[in-house]
């Protein structure tokens, strides 16, 4: 099977698991696990930001930054297809008690005049005040997209102007950042608070950062326990983090070169793939109506994808147990599995 369902299906590889298995420890709730210590250091420079704290998921980093941001009846302006608003159980209201506000997006990415326009009057007795933005960088269900320096920068300085807090859940913002051409830093380092996730394109078993001034980082160290994501022995894992820092970040082109490859194979045999939105590791495919049926002819042809929120399309993502020869073979599958579904139809 080629399994292009998503970026998280990732095996630790051998060399991982040596580092996993070598990794030196200690209790992380005391601070005395070294491994722990040495990611959440190197983290934190590699985020541009002050420190970092390791947590076991990127929902409960999200989480965690909303939590710290807000307050009980604050407004949270967030795109609405973003995970945060689709993915997360409504953690905002449950957690944090915050309204979220859903804003309109186009390929994720919603504008700095959007932000303005929900502003609310905070001295008003009635209205919620809005007090966070959230972005998504690279954003999940509009493709992988990634936002342009500039757009950040925009929101960025709105938040600033009007006193907003700013959270970025870069979950994959290795992949934004390689996109764009920039190192994650100089993404991050604007934003309050900055989510990383390790077991996407980074390739660990778990793992992800929050990270935040020194100040923000306190408060989302209890934030750690209070969400039970406090560990021991927690260098175990992140010893993955840091092999993967180490060994991990420079090859996501690959995976980005490898989805167009697939998405150009797939143009050229006729299927339903928009190039112009292939800007990192993930290919959105149009398979028509009935997605189910495509699905399932995609798998008996070995190949498996996933669906997106979007009613006809089915996305394939690439990452680093796909290689060049799995790419060729899915390019070739993926229309014959199509064109079948298509003849069945037609029957
Ligand atoms: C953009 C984004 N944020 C956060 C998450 C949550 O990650 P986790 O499953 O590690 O909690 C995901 C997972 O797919 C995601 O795509």
Redesign the pocket.
Known sequence: MIDLRSD?LTQPSAAMREAIANAAVGDEQKREDPTVNELERRGAEFLGQEESVFLP????A?QIALQILGRPGDALLVERH??IML?ELGGPAAHSGLLTIGLPGTDGRFSAEQVVAEIRDRTSVHVAPTRIVTI?DT??SAGGRAWPLDEVDAILATCRDHDLAAHL?G??LVNAAVAVGVEPARIGRGFDTV?L?F??GLGCPLG?LIAGSAELMSRARRGKHFFGGAMRQAGIVAAAALYALDHNVDRIADDHARARRLAEALVDAGVQVDLEQVETNFVQIDVGSDRAGAIERMKEHDVLVSTTVHPTVVRAVTHLDITDDDIETAGEAIPAALTRTAALRAR
């Open positions: 998280t998921t990127a929902t409960m999200n973003a995970h993915s998504e954003h999940n859940d979950a994959r989510t996730c077991s996407k992800a």
